[in-house]
């Protein structure tokens, strides 16, 4: 699908027409027989007439997004060459529309559609410099999303940790970034125990990758900004193994990490003036004779002792380490923000679709909120405690890696991360835990089943802002 701009109406195969508040401004009589109400994800194909009639029941941008994505699905079952529509403003959330609800993740079917290149004409009342950069900001963020959306659909045997380094490395090329890849000889000489205790069932290497965006130019960086991302590419829970349903789905483990890939992507196409570090622990959580067990005693980067409970609550183990080794080689950081599908307490607190934001600082997280809500996804905030943080409590180490009460497990997590957090840091860190968006079983909005691409778009808008 090709998008292009005009400031004139074209004349193509179908025209778009959203339909405001059930207001049904045109041809309402024919519509009313067809019993066209204008509700969400509603639309009715008139080809004759060469118009498509779109729901759009409120005027948000999410029921834009929703209302375009609706159409695209309605114009890939036909084999029209061209759309076109109007629109006053708003266009961003247009180009979100076209471009998030026109992904589908076909890689492994046999027969491959050969899809009618599509090319969609929107017409703006100018086209200006602040036009054009909305326009193609906008593209390029969709764009990262939609290559976020198949690192995370790709299967496990297709994408392990040295894969993902791999992509890494050619997003550093593509965009003129910094990348370090660290394998396990660097985890060892630098005491990372807890991150390499969790790959060594794997016949996959752990990888540490290490991207850097600075502005480029006479640019001065405005802030510092540090993304670390959980890349299991694959949990099986370790020894202590998840029951079959609860496995299924877990390649989507990696999702954190491929979302800060997916942010590092978008940065330098857009120009931002903040230099951006993104660090990734990727690793495979397996069962094997020298798989990490419960009752171990991990030692992480900065020394702290963490006595090993469960073995499914890797993702923590991961990220301590990432997190130590970010905090180690980025000095004067402004914020520093954590991705991770960290835990299933999440999905059943805040539901499916909702990002839980964790942290110390609460005008930060709200932030974060905002700019989450700002961009069409959706997050709210879980509050740390001292009674939750005293279920972490081990009789022989510094910390368990999981908490003694089974009640408020998105929490605890968080909490455990915090014990990686300078004093330094405390106020700077943002935990985010995209377990239930990340991915989802069945399609939602613009959103397909599958991969999401959680965490890219509302972490692009928190960065607009500063
Ligand atoms: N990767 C899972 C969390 C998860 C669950 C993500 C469902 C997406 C959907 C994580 O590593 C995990 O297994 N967490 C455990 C923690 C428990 C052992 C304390 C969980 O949530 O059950
Ligand atoms: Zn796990
Ligand atoms: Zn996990």
Same mark, same amino acid.
């Given at each position: 699908m090709n998008l292009n701009l005009t400031t004139k109406k074209i004349d193509t195969d179908c025209e778009i027409v959203l339909v405001k508040n059930k207001k049904i401004k045109e041809n309402k009589e024919l519509l009313k027989s067809l019993n066209f109400k204008g509700s969400e994800e509603e639309c009715v194909l008139l080809p004759e007439m060469k118009k498509l009639y779109v729901g759009c029941e409120n005027l948000d941008h999410d029921s834009i997004r929703i209302a375009i994505a609706t159409a695209v699905k309605k114009i890939n =079952? =036909?084999?029209?060459k061209s759309a076109y529509i109007k629109v006053k403003d708003n266009l961003s959330s247009y180009v979100d529309g076209f471009e998030l609800g026109n992904y589908s993740f076909t890689k492994y079917k046999s027969e491959q559609e050969d899809k009618v290149e599509k090319n969609i004409y929107i017409e703006v009342s100018k086209i200006d410099k602040e036009i054009q950069k909305e326009f193609e900001g906008s593209v390029a963020i969709c764009n990262s999303v939609n290559m976020v959306r198949d690192f995370v659909n790709t299967t496990p045997e297709d994408f392990y940790p040295a894969i993902m380094a791999q992509n890494a490395i050619n997003i550093a090329k593509e965009n003129d970034l910094e990348c370090k890849i660290l394998d396990e000889d660097y985890l060892v000489e630098n005491n990372m125990g807890s991150m390499l205790a969790v790959g060594r069932a794997s016949c996959h290497r752990s990888k540490l990758i290490h991207l850097t965006y600075k502005p480029k130019g006479k640019v001065k960086a405005k802030k510092k900004m540090v993304l670390v991302g959980k890349g299991l590419t694959y949990d099986s829970g370790g020894l202590s193994l998840k029951p079959a349903d609860y496995m299924v789905n877990m390649k989507s483990d990696k999702g954190g990490g491929c979302a800060v890939l997916g942010i590092m992507n978008t940065i330098s196409a857009l120009n931002l003036p903040i230099e951006v570090h993104g660090i990734v622990g990727a690793v495979e959580n397996m069962i094997g004779g020298d798989a990490y067990k419960p009752d171990d005693v991990l030692t992480a980067r900065n020394g702290k002792t963490i006595e090993v409970k469960n073995t499914d609550a890797e993702g923590r183990l991961v990220l301590a380490d990432c997190l130590c080794y970010a905090q180690d080689e980025i000095e004067d950081i402004d914020y520093i923000f954590d991705y991770a599908t960290l835990t299933g307490a999440c999905v059943v607190g805040v539901g499916q679709y909702t990002n839980g934001i964790m942290g110390n600082n609460s005008m930060l997280k709200h932030e974060v909120v905002k700019s989450a809500i700002n961009s069409g996804e959706l997050a709210t905030t879980l509050p740390f405690n001292r009674y939750l943080k005293k279920t972490l409590k081990s009789e022989i180490a510094d910390m368990s890696n999981i908490a003694s009460t089974r009640y408020g497990g998105a929490i605890t997590a968080g909490m455990f991360l915090d014990n990686f957090i300078t004093d330094e840091n405390k106020d700077k860190w943002v935990h985010l835990d995209i377990a239930g968006p990340a991915f989802v079983d069945a399609a939602w909005g613009y959103n397909p089943a599958?991969?999401?691409?959680?965490g890219v778009r509302l972490t692009i808008e928190f960065m607009k802002n500063l």
């Open positions: =079952t =036909t084999n029209f599958g991969a999401s691409g959680a």
